[in-house]
């Protein structure tokens, strides 16, 4: 079984309740749910805190998710929880501040994690904010299990990627058409997002922006001075 685990909290330091800003009418998370629906797998779950909960829960409901309220900070702890309440064996993990995250990046990323049977999979240049991670389960938790760094456990899966002498880790490039590594696209900022907005505005027509789509207008928006947005990692 695989799942799509969407995490989600609303008390950001650098833009608070960031996942229910609106763009284009809907909500960051309304957005970013709409496209990982799009992804085959059998359940699709909102990961936050009792914190959040009552505020998320009719948004998850509406978009067709369940929802999870697990540890506040120890976000691996709340996978591993998570994991075993729905025992999924394969999980898609996507974050609540990526409006854009892109169904077809997420679906060749699940395909392209069984084809190498791997414990991990990232598929990676695509613009920042529009991909996900597959993870599998027995890896997760052994993570959960042994991680102490805080980065480790804030993050989900760099305990697996830092141990390729343990676990199967698959890391490989988009297709070009889906190829802009300079950009990001991601939420972090009200400067993001007013970024977004203006991504919205243009491209958004009432279903999940295409990737294709989306690296096109990055890229004619690159030679417009003070309107593309680079990432440096």
Same mark, same amino acid.
């Given at each position: 079984?695989? +799942?799509?685990?969407? %995490?989600?909290?609303?008390?950001?330091?650098?833009?608070?309740? !960031?996942? $229910?800003?609106?763009?284009?009418?809907?909500?960051?998370?309304?957005?970013?749910?709409?496209?990982?629906?799009?992804?085959?797998?059998?359940?699709?779950?909102?990961?936050?805190?009792?914190?959040? =909960?009552?505020? $998320?829960?009719?948004?998850?409901?509406?978009?067709?998710?369940?929802?999870?309220?697990?540890?506040?900070?120890?976000?691996? =702890?709340?996978? =591993?929880?998570?994991?075993?309440?729905? *025992?999924? !064996?394969?999980?898609?993990?996507?974050? *609540?501040?990526?409006?854009?995250?892109?169904?077809?990046? /997420?679906? /060749?990323?699940?395909?392209?994690?069984?084809?190498? %049977?791997?414990?991990?999979?990232?598929?990676?240049?695509?613009?920042?904010?529009?991909?996900?991670?597959?993870? &599998?389960?027995?890896?997760? $938790?052994?993570? +959960? &299990?042994?991680?102490?760094?805080?980065?480790?456990? &804030?993050?989900?899966?760099?305990?697996?990627?830092?141990?390729?002498? @343990?676990?199967?880790?698959?890391? %490989?490039?988009?297709?070009?058409?889906?190829?802009?590594?300079?950009?990001?696209?991601?939420?972090?900022?009200?400067?993001?997002?007013?970024?977004?907005?203006?991504?919205?505005?243009?491209?958004?027509? *009432?279903?999940?922006?295409?990737?294709?789509? $989306?690296? +096109?207008?990055? =890229?004619? /928006?690159?030679? @417009?001075?003070?309107?593309? @947005?680079?990432?440096?990692?």
């Amino acid at each position: 079984m695989t +799942a799509v685990f969407l %995490q989600v909290r609303l008390d950001s330091q650098r833009f608070p309740q !960031k996942a $229910l800003a609106e763009l284009a009418g809907r909500t960051v998370i309304e957005h970013a749910m709409a496209a990982l629906n799009d992804v085959s797998t059998d359940r699709h779950v909102v990961l936050t805190d009792e914190a959040s =909960a009552s505020r $998320l829960s009719p948004y998850a409901k509406r978009g067709g998710f369940e929802l999870y309220a697990g540890d506040p900070d120890d976000v691996l =702890a709340r996978f =591993a929880a998570a994991a075993k309440r729905y *025992g999924p !064996k394969t999980i898609v993990r996507a974050t *609540g501040d990526n409006p854009l995250v892109s169904t077809k990046v /997420a679906a /060749a990323n699940l395909e392209t994690h069984f084809e190498s %049977q791997s414990d991990f999979t990232a598929l990676t240049d695509s613009p920042l904010g529009t991909g996900v991670e597959v993870v &599998e389960v027995p890896a997760l $938790l052994q993570a +959960a &299990e042994e991680a102490e760094d805080p980065y480790e456990r &804030e993050h989900v899966s760099p305990f697996i990627y830092r141990r390729r002498e @343990r676990f199967r880790v698959h890391v %490989q490039s988009v297709p070009a058409a889906w190829r802009y590594p300079q950009a990001r696209v991601t939420l972090d900022t009200k400067d993001d997002y007013e970024y977004l907005k203006e991504i919205f505005k243009t491209l958004y027509s *009432g279903s999940p922006i295409g990737i294709e789509s $989306l690296v +096109a207008h990055l =890229a004619r /928006a690159e030679h @417009r001075p003070g309107v593309s @947005r680079r990432h440096s990692a």
